[in-house]
């Protein structure tokens, strides 16, 4: 999870070791150390400081309707009070999958995914129900047409 902005420099090599993770986040450290004409020791150093620093994460990334959750929305919060306190609440709902303050008329901006409507409607008066949010708003997604986790090697 990222809770501030990181300016960790990547040189050529580590982006070119992220995008081919990105691609496939199973390839073995021998592949990925042809791939970037390095050894295979310097591949697997270069990986564990990335994945130590928090540059990078390699975890599975599930579709959501064949795990069950048929129901995901983004809900708008307005906060009067303390935002961070409020954003800390509602990170500790499981069907949660982040949370993220914003400048302008909303401060939160949650995404959650539930398994079906009256999950949602539970989880949505749960968020009510958290003191300092004075109003939640859901935007039901109806179909996803993008979504994609290569951004970070641009």
């Known amino acids: 999870m990222m809770n501030e902005v990181r300016s960790t420099p990547?040189?050529?090599?580590?982006?070119?070791?992220?995008?081919?993770?990105?691609?496939?986040?199973?390839?073995?450290?021998?592949?990925?150390?042809?791939q970037v004409n390095r050894s295979e020791a310097s591949v697997r150093q270069r990986v564990g400081k990335l994945i130590d620093s928090g540059v990078i994460q390699i975890v599975a990334i599930t579709d959501q309707l064949q795990m069950g959750y048929n129901r995901a929305a983004m809900i708008t919060v307005g906060v009067s009070g303390d935002i961070s306190a409020v954003a800390d609440k509602i990170a500790q709902?499981?069907?949660?999958?982040?949370?993220?303050?914003?400048?302008?008329?909303?401060?939160?901006?949650?995404?959650?995914?539930?398994v079906d409507?009256?999950?949602?409607?539970?989880?949505?008066?749960?968020?009510?129900?958290?003191?300092?949010?004075?109003?939640?708003?859901?935007?039901?997604?109806?179909?996803?047409?993008?979504?994609?986790?290569?951004?970070?090697?641009?």
């Not at 968020?127 to 859901?138: C, E, H, L, Q, S």
């Open 117 to 154: 409507d009256t999950a949602l409607y539970a989880l949505v008066g749960q968020i009510r129900a958290i003191p300092g949010v004075k109003d939640a708003n859901t935007y039901v997604y109806l179909k996803i047409h993008k979504q994609t986790y290569q951004w970070g090697a641009r």
């Open 10 to 34: 990547l040189d050529e090599i580590n982006r070119s070791i992220v995008q081919l993770l990105q691609e496939d986040g199973r390839r073995s450290y021998a592949e990925i150390a042809k």
């Open 93 to 114: 709902i499981e069907e949660v999958d982040y949370v993220v303050a914003t400048a302008g008329g909303i401060d939160l901006l949650v995404e959650v995914v539930a």
